[in-house]
């Protein structure tokens, strides 16, 4: 088991930043690929962006790039999931996931996940 727990979330107004953190033991942000997936009630779960160990990041979203920014510290194991410029569709629950390979959008490859932080975009 890699124990993942994200928090970060809140509720903030349209155009403002949250950073999200996903705190997992050293070692897995060593050897696992981290992702940020986010679902909303009746949606799939929808991949945001992944981190390698090497740092290679990838973006599975076009409408988030730019904005939001995937990052790692191994000596902390934590991966963060820096929003800017937020709006109401990036109203989600967002979940951090460990995959032992490499990134995938599909949530079925990964095998480790947190609970959850719940983020809220509104005026």
């Known amino acids: 088991q890699v124990p993942l727990v994200e928090s970060g979330g809140g509720l903030v107004q349209p155009g403002e930043s949250l950073r999200l953190s996903c705190t997992a033991p050293a070692f897995a942000v060593n050897i696992y690929a981290i992702a940020w997936f986010r679902q909303t009630p009746g949606k799939v779960r929808e991949g945001v962006s992944c981190?390698?160990?090497?740092?290679?990041?990838?973006d599975f979203t076009n409408s988030e790039r730019g904005r939001f920014t995937i990052s790692r510290d191994k000596a902390k194991g934590t991966v963060y999931l820096q929003m800017l410029g937020l709006k109401p569709d990036d109203t989600a629950d967002y979940y951090c996931a460990a995959a032992y390979t490499s990134c995938s959008r599909s949530p079925n490859d990964y095998t480790f996940w947190g609970r959850g932080t719940q983020v809220t975009v509104s005026s």
């Open positions: 981190i390698l160990v090497d740092g290679e990041s990838t």
